[in-house]
């Protein structure tokens, strides 16, 4: 998967901040080389949470 760094139109279309699947290595290889999309992990983001401290009334 790719996400677009900006819009394009040609063989493989996309706008900024799109994510898409490019099947054909060779169209990808070149899309990252002129800095259009970037490679993005298929894997779910690990969800951050803050603890925050229970005060207790005294």
């Known amino acids: 998967m790719y996400k677009a760094l900006v819009t394009f139109s040609g063989l493989v279309s996309a706008y900024k901040g799109q ?3 490019i ?3 060779e169209i990808a290889k070149d899309l990252l080389e002129a800095g259009y999309i970037e490679s993005v992990d298929n894997k779910p983001k690990k969800e ?8 207790t009334p005294e």
């Open 19 to 21: 994510t898409i699947n």
């Open 23 to 25: 099947e054909n290595q």
């Open 48 to 55: 951050t949470t803050k603890k925050v401290k229970e005060e």
